[in-house]
């Protein structure tokens, strides 16, 4: 939701998408950028189909969200980015050996299902405002994510989904051992695998290349 991200060992990237998302970058010297967008056309893929071992639980698919109520279909689909998704199994490989799992709250997110978040929150800090360019969950190259156990059930981490709060940062500044540990794991394995996280949400991760993509419009609900 909020613009700002970062990665480890590396500046943020630049990003300027129709003027509606930026961050401060440094460019390597004598650097050619790739044009944006490059890959727009990149297909989407439903990640409960590519990648069974990640729960799926839509946030916005209930009432469990900021808004109070269901704003996706009850059977929306959770779907990333082919290339993301080739990621998403990297993640799953690096933490199958401590017996955890990754758990996605949302994934792409429509430009209509944006305007309903702005119109409940109206906080540019939290929530990309869809006049200025809306969110990159809607270029189908970021999750929100958390982890589970074997038996899927989740792990303690710093706040809930959807919490709009200091206590949310990706820098957890709190004194138990066990969340911050759940954190690092989190945090270590989505970077390896080619993910930033956003500054005010632990849970915000969005792919590196993400400038590679564009905004995308499709049905949440599979076809007929």
Not at 46 to 63: F, N, Q
Not at 166 to 182: C, E, F, L, M, W
Not at 194 to 209: A, C, K, M, N, T
């Amino acid at each position: 939701m909020t613009r700002r991200f970062w990665k480890h060992a590396a500046v943020a990237l630049l990003l300027a998408v129709s003027g509606a998302v930026a961050a401060e970058s440094t460019p390597p010297a004598k650097a050619t950028p790739a044009p944006m967008g490059r890959r727009r056309d990149e297909p989407m893929v439903d990640v409960a189909k590519e990648i069974p071992s990640i729960v799926i639980e839509l946030r916005y698919a209930t009432a469990r969200n900021v808004t109070g109520q269901p704003i996706y279909p009850a059977t929306a689909r959770c779907l990333v980015r082919r290339s993301v998704a080739e990621r998403l199994k990297k993640v799953q490989a690096e933490l199958q050996p401590l017996n955890v799992r990754l758990k996605i709250w949302d994934a792409y997110r429509p430009a209509w299902a944006q305007q309903i978040l702005w119109d409940a929150i109206r906080n540019p800090e939290y929530v990309g405002e869809p006049a200025r360019g809306g969110s990159l969950h809607a270029y189908g190259a970021g999750v929100d994510a958390t982890l589970v156990d074997a038996r899927g059930r989740e792990l303690a981490m710093p706040t809930d989904f959807d919490d709009f709060t200091p206590a949310a940062s990706r820098t957890y500044r709190g004194k138990d051992p066990v969340i911050a540990a759940n954190l690092r794991t989190l945090q270590r394995a989505m970077s390896r695998a080619g993910f930033w996280v956003l500054r005010d949400e632990w849970w915000h991760f969005v792919s590196e290349d993400v400038k590679d993509f564009a905004p995308v419009d499709m049905p949440l609900l599979a076809p007929p």
